[in-house]
Structure formats: structure tokens, C-alpha cells
């Protein structure tokens, strides 16, 4: 038996929570409030904290930074939220959260996360107080593995070992790479991006470590290099797996020194850079086929985050395209996705990614003058698909769908979505949440709603 603590405003919700940890056998008491909850801290020592994100007063996050600045044995934390959001989980993984968990969340993931975090051990140490980070939606994903990519930064972002963010073209690497940079110690600090496939080679060395004066012909001027132009900062070297062996070799003295040497000169400048290397390509097939130094993939790939591709992310391409459609259109009005439209964007499969998408909806934007984006708007590419994201697995979706109201089509659409990945998983739930790119604990909460249980 285990002693916890809930502190979230809702108390419906507080006392769902506390007779399913009760009946597990554990003692619980609840906080209506981040005051209330760090007093009850104060005066009695507990095994685990469940932590509402959004609370009146004190919010989840500041409750943590001030636990970790009050309590010297901090005991692990599962931060909870009915309005997930990238910065939100980020910020709450970089104070120290064990977990960051949408609601509703079902008695097995609630069994899982406690027994997990009784597990995690030692209470973790304080960590630095919060800066007020906006919610920019850049990094937008309701699907789980975008919910784990989030967790991923906000454990990353508290370090200053080298990242390495792996994924397809137009997945959107340098969104992670920025985040990392704006949820760490130095998001007062430079962010310098250079993209190692768009220089030539000859002139990537000068690009990154500087060069003087007549250091090679048109050479006319001393500059200082992305390196030293990023001191105090982040650097993202993207598309890393295209830099040429020569440069290779430079660069991993450079993050084993921490130093960097001009082109043409002899002087050593000391460089203080927490790099972030990006690419599209296998770096271990890279390596075997000697193109690229096995030294520098392990001295890059200390911590990794894995973007998937959209085609992955079904859960998430509705939310990404109104979100494209909100920000062509402001401050006006946004256009909205008639039903057949929204069936056709899931059906397609994306393979220029987010990047794709996004171009898109700014492209119906500008050429459709009403109000409704239908599917004869969309590029020829997506505007062709006649079926839906079940048609892949046989299963198919009506033909005879019409104009309805968007949130009556996506309901649809999550019925028959739920029914294939259940069929295709042989009714294993957890197979299917994972096939779908969403929580198990979203999947039976929609099983519930459409009564498919």
C-alpha cells in the first residue's frame, strides 16, 4: 500500500480517481488546489502525486516548480490534463513529471502509471523554476506518438547532451529542434540553424567554424562561424548525414573539444553550443556504407527523438489542417473542412508530411473564396482519393457520404476507423490504439462513446 495524493480542481473527477486508487489498497487524499496540495506536502510525507495541469490560482506546473524548490525529498509526479498540448507536456517531463496523462484516463492506464512510478525509484531532485512558455501549437499532435515526442523533448531539454531528431522530410525536425531550445537552460540564448545539405562542402568548414581574412579566395572578410554565432545557444545541424567525411572529422573534434579552429587560421576559440543534429537518413546503414564516421553518430545520437510521418499520425491530420487553415486566414475567419474533404485528407497518404499539409491548406485557402473547403478544392493529389484510411485494410468508407457538419463527419469516420483497427488487430486493444497512433485510454473511452466495447 502506497500513500498518494490528488490535487485537481475538478472534484468529480478527484473522487473517480481516489476510489480507483483506493480500491487498488492504497491510502489517498485530495487538494482542490496547488496551495492546498503543497501544504498537505508540508505536513505528511507521500509515495506519489497526481498533479491537474489546469487549476484556478496555482497551476500544475507551478505547483511542481515549487515542490521542487520546497520539498528536499520530492516524490514522483503524474501530471494530468484534459487539454493536452505540446508546451504543456514538455515543460511538465523538463520539471520532473514521471508522466503527463490526457483525461479521461481508464483504471488499467491508472494501474499502470502507479505502478510505474512507485517503481521509478528515488524521489527525482528540483529542478530549475519555469519560464512562462506560450503554447504556439507549432508542435500540434493528439496522437500518441506525437504525445511521446513531446515527453521526449521535455526529458531532453533538461540536459546539454547532443540530440539527434530522426524523420522524414517535411516531418518537421526543426520544430523539435526549436523546442528544445525554448523549453531549456538556454532559451535566452541563440538558436542558429545551417542546413549541411545546401552548402557546398568546400564552403560548409567556413559555414560552421568561421574563417579570417584571405583564408581562400573570396575570402574578403573574417566571419565568425555558426559555431561561435551560436555560443550560449542551440545549434541544429540539419540534414547532418549529408556532411561530407572531411567536415565529419572537424566537427567531431569540435564536440569532443568543445573549441573551434577558423579556416586559415591557427587561433582556437572556446565555444559553448548544445548541438542538435537532424536528418532524414539511416545513419547506421550511413555508417556500414562508409559514408558516414561511426565516432560521430555515437557522439550525436546521445539522446534521439523519432518523428513519425504523418501516415502514422491519423489522429492528428483534421486537428493539423484546421490548424493551417486558422493560421492562413488571421486574423479573419477560418475557412472549415467540409466532410468529404476531411475523409479525403485521411485518406491520402502524405508523403511530403507535415510540410505537405500544410501547403496545401494555405493553397485552399487563397483559391476558395467561400467559407467551406470541399474535396474538389484540395490538390489534385488528396482531392483524388475516394476512400478513407480503412480502405488500405479492406474495410472502406460510405460512398454516399454528403456536405454534413464536421464534427457529425469525424464522428462517422472514428466509428469505422475504430471498427477496421480493432477488426485488423483481432480485437486486441492495445494493438489497435497503437495501429490508430493514439492512448489506449482514448481508445476505450471512444469504444465506450460508440458503444463498441
Sequence with gaps: MADLLIVDDDAD??????????????????????????????????????????????NGLQTLAAMNARLARRPPVIVLTAHAGSAGTIEAMRLGAFDHLAKPISRDAVVDAVRGALASATPASAAPAPKPVADDGELIGVSEAMREVHKRIGLAAGSRAPVLVIGETGTGKELVARALHRHSDRADGPFVAVNCAAIPKDLLESELFGHVKGAFTGAVAERAGCFKAASGGVLLLDEIGDMALEVQAKLLRVLQEGEVTPVGSHRVHKVDVRVVAATHRDLAQAVRDGRFREDLRYRLDVLSVRLPPLRERLADIVPLAEHFLR?????????????EAARALLAYDWPGNVRELRNAMERCHALQRGAVIAQVDLPTSAAETTGGAGDAGGAGLPADWY??????????????????????????????ARQLGIHRQLLYTKLAQYGLE
Design 403 to 432: 456536405d454534413d457538419t464536421l464534427p457529425a463527419a469525424v464522428e462517422r469516420l472514428e466509428r469505422l476507423l475504430l471498427q477496421h483497427a480493432l477488426a485488423a488487430a483481432g480485437g486486441n486493444r492495445s494493438m489497435a
Design 13 to 58: 473527477f478527484a473522487d473517480s480517481l481516489r476510489e480507483t486508487l483506493e480500491s487498488l489498497g492504497h491510502a489517498v487524499q485530495t487538494a482542490p488546489g496547488g496551495e492546498e496540495g503543497l501544504a498537505l506536502l508540508g505536513a505528511h510525507r507521500f509515495d506519489l502525486v497526481f498533479l491537474d495541469h489546469r487549476m484556478p490560482g496555482m
Design 327 to 339: 493560421l492562413a486566414a488571421a486574423p479573419g475567419p477560418a475557412k472549415r473542412l467540409s466532410a
